[in-house]
């Protein structure tokens, strides 16, 4: 069975400063796709990123960056210089190759205070 | 209609009665979605549609039906509401256009509270 874990539930951080947003997977399938989605005060779901499985490679767009380690099934997303409008609570997914539904995390809090 | 609208955007239900929650999506997308989102618990699927005429069960399917009569559509029924349904639901498509891995769009959600 796949699963997704956020162990943070909330994170409160000082404007411009670093945070990591942790994401522990489990599948048993070799090709998966990892996802990262951003749901601000306004509620509506906004995707960031998706991942397959054979890339490794860290991504980098602006001020976020992902961490896609297989060897602890670790998807980790950090911003850079935190900023108020980055508040939001942040969702990490998961799906396998067959085209079954996205499996979400309860997601993490993040607050970022001026 | 630009992406994904759902209606209402609110509703205050009365336990008992039958609710219809609408979704209706403008990018010929296969797959579509229905979550329910709770406090705590994160996204929870109730049911999906891989393609028109087809349904499933997602995690938390029970007191809920869905049907998928053409591509656009994608109703979800609560044939007779209970408080423990209370709850914000959202659905969401994705192209669905080969192997796994595709983004869901998602609608601005419908808030449901059952009295």
């Known amino acids: 069975a796949q699963k997704v874990t956020q162990a943070q539930t909330e994170i409160s951080v000082v404007e411009k400063e670093d945070v990591t947003l942790d994401c522990v997977y489990e599948?048993?399938?070799?090709?998966?796709?990892l996802f990262w989605y951003k749901q601000p005060p306004s509620g509506e779901l906004v995707f960031l990123i998706r991942?397959?499985?054979?890339?490794?490679q860290n991504e980098i767009s602006g001020r976020y960056s992902w961490n896609f380690q297989k060897s602890t099934s670790s998807f980790n997303f950090t911003i850079t210089a935190s900023q108020v409008v980055d508040s939001a609570v942040y969702f990490c997914?998961?799906?396998?190759?067959?085209?079954?539904?996205?499996?979400f995390g309860k997601g993490t809090r993040l607050s970022v205070i001026a | 209609i630009a992406g994904i609208t759902q209606a209402p955007t609110s509703q205050i239900l009365a336990a008992g009665r039958r609710m219809t929650l609408r979704c209706t999506q403008d990018?010929?997308?296969?797959?579509m979605y229905w979550y329910r989102q709770d406090l705590g618990l994160g996204l929870r699927l109730i049911h999906y549609?891989?393609?028109?005429?087809?349904?499933g069960k997602g995690e938390v399917p029970d007191g809920y039906s869905v049907s998928r009569a053409n591509t656009d559509d994608f109703p979800l029924t609560l044939a007779s509401a209970v408080p423990s349904q209370t709850s914000v639901y959202f659905c969401?498509?994705?192209?669905?256009?080969?192997?796994?891995?595709?983004?869901?769009?998602f609608g601005p959600g419908t808030r449901l509270t059952v009295l």
């Open positions: 969401a498509s994705s192209p669905f256009s080969g192997p796994g891995g595709n983004e869901q769009f």
């Open positions: 599948t048993r399938d070799t090709t998966y796709y």
């Open positions: 991942r397959n499985s054979f890339d490794e």
């Open positions: 997914a998961l799906s396998d190759s067959g085209n079954t539904p996205l499996v």
């Open positions: 990018m010929r997308h296969n797959a």
């Open positions: 549609s891989n393609t028109a005429g087809t349904t």
